[in-house]
């Protein structure tokens, strides 16, 4: 739905009207497979999502298809959730000097941050990993950005999942 931003699966889909559309052997397709077949061909103008972010705001109707390596795609991508304001952050640094004692460090993570909400179209050439103890405000940190970019931008990987899969865990997201 592009005016809610919301999505559904094709398992989801499927698991919505199971009892409509049970498929197996004699019966009707299940329900994604039956949305595809009976969706027009001169309305559908895409072969699937896609996340793109190409601004601070939400994209306008005509930029909401995108080509990616020659399929058209639905861009999801939906604008930064917020807009800024003024006010005193001296909270936010001071929070940020004791997660980082070391200036150097303190103010490479701080630029990283503000570099993917000034620019959220460009891929930055590395990642911050930050690790500590539990409990030590951590997510507190990158929490404004999280607020900024919507937390389906936002997640965690177990070192399982890193090693083990293709990528799939950091799909859409800016903010791990």
């Given amino acids: 739905n592009l005016r809610s931003g919301v999505t559904i699966s094709a398992k989801g889909l499927d698991g919505l009207y199971l009892s409509e559309c049970p498929g197996g052997k004699g019966q009707p397709a299940v329900a994604s497979k039956q949305f595809l077949m009976t969706m027009d061909k001169q309305i559908s103008a895409a072969d699937g999502l896609g996340w793109l972010p190409n601004s601070q705001t939400p994209p306008k109707r005509d930029e ?4 990616v390596e020659g399929r058209q795609l639905i861009n999801t991508w939906r604008g ?9 952050i001296n909270l936010w640094l001071e929070h940020a ?3 980082f004692p070391n200036a150097m ?3 490479c993570a701080i630029k990283y941050l503000a570099s993917l909400v000034q620019k959220p179209w460009e891929k930055p050439s590395y990642a911050l990993v930050v690790r ?10 990158f929490e404004p950005v ?12 177990s070192a399982d999942q890193i090693v083990d899969s ?8 800016r903010v791990m």
């Avoid at 909401?64 to 080509?67: A, E, G, K, R």
């Avoid at 930064?80 to 005193?88: S, Y």
């Fill in 64 to 67: 909401v298809i995108i080509n």
């Fill in 105 to 107: 460090e303190r103010e």
């Fill in 166 to 173: 293709w990528g799939d865990y950091v799909e859409s997201k």
């Fill in 146 to 157: 999280i607020k900024a970019f919507g937390a389906y931008s936002a997640g965690s990987a």
């Fill in 80 to 88: 930064l959730a917020l807009t800024p304001v003024k006010g005193d």
């Fill in 97 to 99: 000097e004791y997660l």
């Fill in 132 to 141: 500590g103890t539990h409990r030590t405000g951590k997510d507190t940190f």
